[in-house]
Structures are given as structure tokens and as C-alpha cells.
């Protein structure tokens, strides 16, 4: 049996022992009730030595003609944030785009589609204390991706050998724009996902895709004739973030789980990591109808905006979840 006919037949079986649309698949992530275990003498708070919470961030954009950008940052118990953009077309910017430290970059430090043409940019930030933002747009053809990260130990003791933990995550933005003078599939995606001791623990996910319509796709050799979007839909996966095809923006989530019971003494390594990624697949239309230098250009654009919430992570141990 060739290697090939054996993978198609492993997809099968795979396929087949995922739960049908609709249907309740059964998951080990348990939700708690925060306030209440706040109230309980049983629970105790873990205060983390700055020396077990370390942030990190990362960005990734490329554009036409073939260019890469990247930025990382890593610290321990501290902010981490990274920027990088890359434009068709360079122009002065002002606030001249840089990481996001102390809040959202200004609206004019975006890179404008008729100035830059084909575009992508991209911040990312975890602060100190384990609040996510990251940014992302493609203009023309383009792509961009950001994630913020932090990790955490916990180590557990005799009688608290359950491990519960508390994180935000901020109302996050998938959106985009298709231009009929430079039309294109494009798709925004944001992603979360807590992982414990390096495995998947608990997700959340919505990407919205956007095709052209095949009667009006738009095309040539500089991608200027008329195109319109003919589908623009949202898939979801894990935990439900709130988007739909008609909504484009979600809301803050404050989500408690238990991970789990360990052998007292043992230390738990938790993380924590949102993703955004924007793509567009067309490059911007370079001049208008009658031949004069001017871009068009859809538009992909992905966030998860900047949240000023106190003390957005908490961990405690305690006995088995009632």
C-alpha cells in the first residue's frame, strides 16, 4: 500500500472520530466560580516570583516586492512588544510607527493604502502583568502576524495540589475592506490558546475569510479591472469569541479554568497566546481609470485591542473544584 494511500486513509479515520456539526464533544477544560473561590479560606492566591513570569512578542510582515519584516522581544516579568512594517511606497510618517509600550500606536502612525500602496504591519505587546495586544493590516498584497505570549510556573503544596488560573482576554476586531479596482481574497484571524506543561489546554478562534464574487474577479496584469466580493464568512473554533459574519468585533473575555490536579510539590508550567494574522492575496490597483498614478487596495485587518484591566492573570492552588 503506497505511503499516499495510507495518509488519505488516516484522514478518514480522523475525520471520522470528530464529532458531527452540533453535536457535544465531551472536554476536559472545567470553568470555576472566581468570586467564590476567592471567598474560601481553602484557595490560596499564588504570588509569582518575578523570576517565574516571563512575556514575550513577535511580528512577521512581508509585501511587495518580496520583503520580510521581523521584531521580537523577550523579558522577564516585564513588558514585551515588537513592531515591524514594510510599505511599497515610503513616505514621512508622523509618530514614526515603533512598539507599543505604554499604549496603541497612534491612528497616524497606520500606513495610509493611497500613500504606501501594498503594505503590512504589525504590533505586538504582552505587558508585564499578562495583558495581549496585537495589531495587525495587509494592504495589497501582503500578510501580517503578531503574538503575544507570557509563562508562568506554579508550583503546587499538600492539601493544594489543583492548579486554577484567571486571564483576560480584550475584545479583538477580524474586518476588512475589498476594493473594486483592486480587488482580492483576503482573510483576518485572531487566536488564543493556553497550553499547561506544553500541551493544548484551551482555545479560542475566528477567522474571517473573504472570496470575490466568480462574476466579477477582477484580474490582469496590474490588477485594476472591476472585481466585487461575492462571500464573506467567519469559521470558529473552541471556545465562541462572539464573531459572526455579520459581527465584526468581539468583547472582553475574563475566563477561570481549572487545569487540572498534581502530585504535591510539582511545578506546572502554564502559557498563555494570542495570535492575530492578517493576508491579502492581490496587489493594490497602481493607477486610476484614466492611467494616473493613484492605488487601490483591499484591505485585511486583524486585533486585539489594548486593555487597561488591573491584574488581568491570577493563579491559585487549592483542593478539587466543588
Request: hydrophobic share 40%; glycine share 10%; aromatic share 8%.
Amino acid at each position: 500500500m503506497t505511503r499516499r494511500l495510507l495518509a488519505v486513509l488516516s484522514g478518514l479515520v480522523m475525520l471520522t472520530a470528530l464529532p458531527a456539526a452540533g453535536d457535544q464533544a465531551p472536554s476536559p477544560v472545567k470553568a470555576v466560580d472566581w468570586g467564590r473561590m476567592r471567598k474560601s479560606l481553602a484557595y490560596s492566591e499564588v504570588t509569582l516570583d518575578p523570576s517565574n513570569f516571563r512575556t514575550a512578542a513577535a511580528v512577521n510582515v512581508t509585501a511587495k516586492p518580496s520583503q520580510t519584516g521581523q521584531d521580537v522581544q523577550r523579558q522577564p516579568d516585564a513588558t514585551s512588544a515588537a513592531y515591524a512594517g514594510l510599505s511599497l511606497k515610503t513616505y514621512a510618517i508622523s509618530p514614526p510607527p515603533a512598539r507599543a509600550t505604554t499604549g496603541e500606536p497612534a491612528s497616524s502612525s497606520r500606513f495610509a493604502f493611497k500613500q504606501s500602496g501594498d503594505a503590512g504591519q504589525a504590533w505586538a505587546t504582552m505587558t508585564g502583568d499578562g495583558m495581549p495586544y496585537v495589531d495587525t493590516q495587509a494592504l495589497g498584497l501582503s500578510s501580517a502576524s503578531g503574538s503575544a505570549s507570557w509563562q508562568a510556573w506554579i508550583t503546587t503544596t499538600a492539601g493544594h495540589e489543583n492548579v486554577y488560573v484567571r486571564f483576560v482576554l480584550p475584545s479583538a476586531n477580524i474586518s476588512g475592506a475589498t476594493e473594486q479596482n483592486g480587488p482580492s481574497p483576503w482573510q483576518a484571524r485572531v487566536r488564543a490558546e493556553l497550553m499547561v506543561n506544553g500541551h493544548p489546554f484551551w482555545l479560542a478562534e475566528g477567522s474571517r475569510v473573504a472570496q470575490l464574487d466568480p462574476n466579477g474577479q477582477g484580474g490582469g496584469g496590474d490588477n485594476c479591472s472591476n472585481g466585487f466580493e461575492g462571500t464573506n464568512k467567519v469559521l470558529a473554533f473552541g471556545a465562541p469569541l462572539g464573531f459572526s459574519d455579520a459581527k465584526e468585533t468581539s468583547k472582553q473575555q475574563v475566563v477561570n479554568l481549572w487545569l487540572g490536579a498534581f502530585p504535591a510539590g510539582q511545578t506546572v508550567a502554564v502559557s498563555f497566546i494570542v495570535r492575530a494574522d492578517a493576508q491579502v492575496a492581490r496587489p493594490c490597483c497602481p493607477h486610476d481609470a484614466q492611467g494616473k498614478p493613484e492605488f487601490f487596495c483591499t484591505r485585511a485587518t486583524a486585533t486585539v485591542g489594548w486593555d487597561t484591566a488591573a491584574k488581568p492573570v491570577h493563579f491559585w492552588i487549592g483542593p478539587p473544584k466543588t
